[in-house]
Nanobody, 123 residues
C-alpha cells in the first residue's frame, strides 16, 4: 500500500525550531509535488507549503521567512524546517501529494494524505 509517513512533531517553546519529515512508502517521490498542510482544533485544514518535482516552492503568507521546504530524492523524503515557531503554529501537520509534478491548487487535488504529526508550540 502506498503511503506517506510524517515524523518529527513534538512540543516546542515559542521561538524554537522543529524539522518535520515526510517519507514515502512503496512509491517514489521524485516525480511528484509534495505539500504540507496543517489543521488546528476547530479550524479547516490549510496549505502551508509545497515543493514541486522541479523543486519550485510556495509558502503560505503566515509562514514565509520562517519555514523552509526541501526534498531529498535519494532518501525519498521531503522536509519542512520550521523556525521561530509561534503558538499559532500549533496544529496537526500533514504531508500530501496530488500525484503530479505541480503543486495542488486546493485540497481537492490531493490523492494521498499522510496520517499527520502533532506540533505544539507552548511555554
Amino acid at each position: 500500500q502506498v503511503q506517506l509517513v510524517e515524523s518529527g512533531g513534538g512540543l516546542v517553546q515559542p521561538g524554537g525550531s522543529l524539522r518535520l519529515s515526510c517519507a514515502a512508502s512503496r512509491f517514489t517521490l521524485r516525480a511528484y509535488a509534495i505539500g504540507w498542510f496543517r489543521q488546528a482544533p476547530g479550524k479547516e485544514r490549510e496549505g502551508v507549503s509545497c515543493i514541486s518535482s522541479s523543486a519550485s516552492t510556495t509558502y503560505a503568507d503566515s509562514v514565509k521567512g520562517r519555514f523552509t521546504i526541501s526534498r531529498d530524492n535519494a532518501k525519498n523524503t521531503v522536509y519542512l524546517q520550521m523556525n521561530s515557531l509561534k503558538p499559532e503554529d500549533t496544529a496537526v501537520y500533514y504531508c500530501a501529494t496530488p500525484l503530479r509534478s505541480s503543486c495542488p491548487k486546493s485540497r481537492d487535488d490531493i490523492v494521498i494524505w499522510g496520517r499527520g504529526t502533532q506540533v505544539t508550540v507552548s511555554s
